[in-house]
């Protein structure tokens, strides 16, 4: 007797999935132009992930999105490695800005901001696409680099 696998669900990415694709298909970026292209689609989702009203799929998306913007700016425009934590004392510094001050300007939990001080915890996508679009920086910025083992997982 055969042995049947249980079946998984599939499932199937809306039709604004397939819109955002078109939009700004999800594929290794090659130039600048192309850069500020996957920043303006992003910035275009970040109102509805600081609201938190993305669909899956969306969040999904920007997520990839994300990713694909910090591989070639780690790749091609290579800076300082600040680290999230670091920049974001220095931001505070700069502004002259409490960490709740922080907190309320961009929507990110004070809790959150104080985490990632701390060097406890690091953004999430959302989070770096949301603070990228604040303080016009990539979200790469609020990003941990990439580690060869990591990488390698």
């Known amino acids: 007797m055969p042995v049947t696998r249980p079946r998984r669900p599939r499932t199937i990415p809306s039709a604004r999935y397939f819109e955002l694709v ?56 290579a800076v300082a490695d600040l680290g999230p934590a670091d920049l974001v004392a220095g931001l505070l510094d700069a502004r002259g800005w409490t960490q709740a001050e922080f907190a309320r300007a961009t929507g990110v939990s004070k809790s959150t901001v104080n985490a990632v001080v701390r060097g406890r915890r690091g953004f999430t996508a959302a989070q770096a ?11 790469a910025a609020f990003l941990p680099a990439a580690t060869p083992a990591a990488a390698g997982r």
């Open 129 to 139: 696409t949301a603070l990228g679009a604040f303080f016009r920086r990539s979200p």
């Open 22 to 77: 078109r939009l700004f298909p999800l594929v290794p970026i090659a130039n600048d132009r192309h850069l500020g292209e996957a920043t303006d689609a992003m910035h275009r989702l970040t109102p509805g992930e600081a609201a938190g009203t993305l669909a899956a799929d969306e969040r999904a998306y920007l997520e990839v999105l994300v990713g694909l913007v910090a591989a070639y700016e780690d790749g091609r425009h």
